[in-house]
């Protein structure tokens, strides 16, 4: 193995203020009660900035901005709303390297997922809505659709800046004015967001940012003049908006958790499946809603296909998030770590068996070592639950019917993988799987102009492409 001489990407571009306010009708303001929280980098432990908790008078104020600027943005023409859309799509791609920075500071992914995924994929999304919005009446919904209103969105911290991308763009594209809360251990490239609308002189009030917690989310998803609810999150807490939004007026998409199992046929080109499975469990850490966290392995190859995925990942670098080496980065929080090693741990008591590379692990921070569960069965708790971190449960199975039943065996369904040589295998067993998106022959690809969402308890609407657009005008 090569050593490598660390390379690490320049914090100076980022100038990380001390503390945030609220983004509140195109200013900054000051939270009314006394709260105040601390983001940290969690690769150093260390405090980037505080950042203000938004009470519920807070979210009332945010709202009340966006229903106000909710009149002038809707009678917009779609044109000029392209414009705007188009200048902010623009300005994220000048600030690229800048915003790529601060989301693996503040998330603890690595630099080279951040500068190569997340802001190329960030900024075509607003490209591609801004395409939109002046073809609404030619969308499929109508001759004229009509935007909601009020949008409250509310995303996690796995893909900070791309959950926010996938929310805001279709949302302005269609007429809507926006309320976004961001993850309470990512806030930092929300908040330069809002200074991007800014730079992009968006009407004041078309997008305001609260920061705060679980209680800020919920404040916003309850607030009676929010007309469209997004959620991107747990399905726990996508179960308690539900109920919190039954019986209203209020049009709600979910986007939740998942299971995903991405299955090897003997006949796939299994160097190539080996890439595909590290790259569907081991990019960004694992922390990845549509995340192949099973592995399905038909009998005959499993030996062989262990053996070479154990060399791979023999070679993958954990460490500096900012190293442009690194492929691993850090844990996003202790909270998270916690539960990643809580389900680790029943994997082993459950009987599986536990690998992991050799694999030094620094001194501060939060890690957690690429890690494959052998011998694991359908009972086992990782075959079941969300770990939603960098760990692998392999199953095996001998025929196609097999490994139909053994993915579908899932509460969840957002996404799966087949990788074969055989197309009609391929398309025999697309038909078959109970997931929003099939990859055949790769994992975790992701284009704006194609939808994504997920059946059962992975939530309900899609978002990206055309379909996107449906969650937010009224059809
Ligand atoms: P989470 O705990 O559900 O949090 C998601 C967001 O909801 C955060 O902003 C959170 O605030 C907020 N929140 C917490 N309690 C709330 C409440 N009662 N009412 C309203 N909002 C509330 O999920 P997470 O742990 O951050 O994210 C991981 C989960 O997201 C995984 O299950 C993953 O599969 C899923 N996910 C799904 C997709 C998809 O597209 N399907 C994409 C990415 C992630 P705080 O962070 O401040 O607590
Ligand atoms: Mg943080």
Known sequence: MFEYAPAPESRDIVDIKPSYGLFINGEWVEPLGEGRDKTINPASEEVLAEVAVAGEADVDRAVQAARKA???????????????????????????????????????????????????????????????????????????????????????????????????????ACGNTVVLKPAETTPLTALAFAEICRQADLPPGVVNIVTGAGETGAALVRHPDVDKVAFTGSTEVGRMIARSVAGSRKKVTLELGGKAANIVFEDAALDQAVEGIVNGIFFNQGHVCCAGSRLLVQESVAEELLDALKRRLSTLRLGDPLDKNTDIGAINSAAQL???????????????????????????????????????????????????????????????????????????????????????LMLWMASRLRAGVVWSNTFNKFDPTSPFGGYKESGYGREGGRHGLEAYLAV
């Open 338 to 424: 916690a539960k990643i090693r809580e389900l680790s741990e029943a994997g082993e008591a459950e009987g599986a068996e536990r690998w992991s590379p050799t694999c030094p692990i620094p001194d501060k921070g939060f890690w957690f070592p690429p890690t494959v569960f052998t011998g694991v069965a359908q009972s086992h708790r990782i075959a079941r639950e969300e770990i939603f971190g960098p760990v692998l449960s392999v199953l095996t199975f001998r025929t196609p019917a097999e490994a139909v039943e053994k993915a579908n065996n899932t509460p969840y369904g957002l996404s799966a993988g087949v990788w074969t040589e055989k197309g009609s």
């Open 70 to 172: 909710f009149t002038v943005w809707s009678a917009m023409p779609g044109s000029e709303r392209a414009k705007y859309i188009f200048r902010i799509a623009r300005i994220i791609q000048e600030r690229a390297r800048e915003l790529a920075v601060l989301e693996s500071l503040d998330n603890g992914k690595p630099i080279r997922e951040a500068r190569d995924v997340d802001l190329p994929l960030v900024a075509a999304h607003f490209f591609y809505y801004a395409g939109w919005a002046d073809k609404l009446s030619h969308a499929g919904f109508g001759p004229s659709p009509q935007p909601l209103g009020v949008a409250g969105q509310v995303i996690p911290w796995n893909f900070p800046l791309l959950m926010l991308a996938w929310k805001i763009a279709p949302a302005l």
